[in-house]
């Protein structure tokens, strides 16, 4: 495996760094394929770019630990590094400090070296939190069930207080996710998942074929930042609001979600019981509200 080491740790030392130089193999996010493109009663054939999709192994070890197999998850490859380290974060298996290096698969033994990411840590891992955990890792779904519900209570905290955030703010969000979206450009076929200020700024933005993936890319990436928890921030993503979403984004302490796409009624549920405001249908000029309402000031 390459390695990637973080000189410093969570006292004063900076964050792991992924060890990329350049932008992600457009190769790898994206391919070509030709295509009968209909319309009305025209046929066209034509090269048409679709969205990447493959798999990725996550693993883990500790101090002196052999490497653990922690989940196996379809992707669009890039930004793998903080994709494992997000998952792992809102998953509830890391802290922010814990993150020692970041290694990808060696090129000599595997198809694809990115294929699979190990994080090494500061602290031991515990293996038994996987089996107990139960993950349900691809690229469209993620955990559910009643029973989450309660075990989000117990692994999350109540998200902090503020910010508000103003109608026109709020209803220019997507329009300001899209402009980020590199890949979709290309494709049409990808999730995204963006982090604001409260004014409408965007911070920075993630992809993925997966919602939950593009979600764990963004928190892995503001980790490695410094930037958790997300406190006084907007988490945007494309689609639907899933209960993972809100158990992912109330894990990175985000108090602010909203969505284009209409939310599950256990993820209002889940965002009720961790005080977080919850938007859906965030379309033109309009919104729904199914949770802390107080964060928003309609008035401008």
Known sequence: ???????????????????????????????????????????????????????????AAGPGQEPVDVAITMRTPGEDAELAIGFLYTEGLIAPGDVESVEVGDPAAIAHPDDEVLVRLRVPFDASTIAARNFVATASCGICGKASLDSVALRCPRVAPGPTVTRSALIGLPDALRAGQAVFDRTGGLHAAGLFEPDGRLVRVAEDVGRHNALDKLVGASLLAGDLPLAGRVVLVSGRLAFEIVAKAGAAGAPFLAAVGAPTDLAADAAERLGMTLVGFLRGDGFNVYAGPERIDLAR
Request: net charge negative; proline share 12%.
């Open 1 to 59: 495996m390459s390695h990637v080491t973080d000189p410093a740790d969570g006292a004063g030392r900076p964050p792991p760094t992924t060890g990329r130089d350049g932008p992600d193999d457009p190769a790898r996010t994206t391919g070509a394929r030709r295509i009968l493109a209909v319309r009305g009663t025209a046929a066209d054939e034509r090269r048409d770019i679709l969205a990447g999709e493959e798999p990725m192994a996550i693993r």
